[in-house]
Nanobody
Framework: QVQLVESGGGLVQPGGSLRLSCAVS????????LGWYRQAPGKQREPVAD???????TYADSVKGRFTISRDNVKNMGFLQMNSLKPEDTADYYC??????????WGKGALVTVSS
């Protein structure tokens, strides 16, 4: 079956950096649009970044200029590079795949905590 596993989360100080990875198995990443979402305590899940098969990326206003989404279809992995992290970036981060037919797959999340 299709499985998405996030890794790379942890505790980081404000201004620091983290790189999240999304390992995909059971299907080919090349067939999907890749997205990252996050959910902070007491808030709804929100989109953070998205990248198409053609490599066109979009970002939430709150992370523009600080985060970079990328994909490696050969390794079947997605990434989210997070720089200049702020306390308000603290959340569970989820990897998402969406097919042209609207089929969605989700990872179980990785916790990112930004605190001094």
């Amino acid at each position: 079956q299709v499985q998405l596993v996030e890794s790379g989360g942890g505790l980081v100080q404000p201004g620091g950096s983290l790189r999240l990875s999304c390992a995909v198995s059971g299907t080919s990443l090349s067939s999907y649009r890749l997205g990252w979402y996050r959910q902070a305590p007491g808030k709804q899940r929100e989109p953070v970044a998205d990248i198409t098969n053609g490599g066109s990326a979009t970002y939430a206003d709150s992370v523009k200029g600080r985060f970079t989404i990328s994909r490696d279809n050969v390794k079947n992995m997605g990434f989210l590079q997070m720089n200049s992290l702020k306390p308000e970036d603290t959340a569970d981060y989820y990897c998402n795949l969406k097919s042209l037919g609207g089929r969605d797959y989700w990872g179980k999340g990785a916790l990112v905590t930004v605190s001094s």
